[in-house]
């Protein structure tokens, strides 16, 4: 049976992966892209009877807000939140603009989002957010990312709780072979050193979709990070004193 998803962050990695997949198992997609005419070149027109693409600028409220005119009377059977954002420098280094720009794409802007959208969806919609293991363990060099995204995984729970009624999803990742990183580390370093453990972002869009059929309450990936952080919370301090380098893997003090 077709179903229709909206899906933020769809021009690109695991966004776009997740609208090519969807469009192929002949669901119906509302793709909201800032950029349009990059959505175009995309060359998923000759699915035009399945994609939707409405323009909505994650940093901006009133185009966020904008996007319910453009829905009618659909109904959704669910919200993919794949919209992200981080810059790896140190705390001194971040802009004013960057830091607003973190949390309102990472956290304020999808709650913003799922206000507009909860008129239109059905009641037992879904909502899948992808977050971050980033948000389990102390970093620096990105110290605004893993708070935008420890609070977005505890903004997803507390949906979770207060809205039974929707299936409720959180995708905690580690490094995804996406541009992201071209944004975050311009000077490549770090995709550089971590390139053989970043997740193709179609294995992970196979496991998401599985992971909506199953009704599951959270996806973390890779496994083995995860259980390493879990071990990290049980004695942050001494493991950050014993293994130090492991978290300033994201920058250094040089980094403007």
Known sequence: MQQTYIITGATSGLGLTLVKQLLHDGHKVIALVRNIEKMHSLNLEQQDNQLQIVPCDMLDSDSIKAVASHLNHMTLDGLIYCSGVGYFKGIDAHSTEEMLETYQVNVVHFNLLFQTLQPFL???????????????????????????????????????????????????TGPIRTPFHQKADPSGRYQEQFHKLMIEPEILTQEIIIGMHLRKNEINRPRWMRLLLKLYNLAPRFIEKIAGPLFKNKGSKTEI
């Open 122 to 172: 059905k009641n037992n919609a879904s909502i899948v957010g992808i977050g971050s293991q980033a948000g389990f363990a102390t970093q620096a060099y990105a110290a605004h990312y893993g708070a935008s995204k420890i609070a977005f995984y505890q903004l997803m729970n507390a949906l979770r709780l207060e809205y039974p009624n929707y299936h409720v999803m959180t995708v905690n």
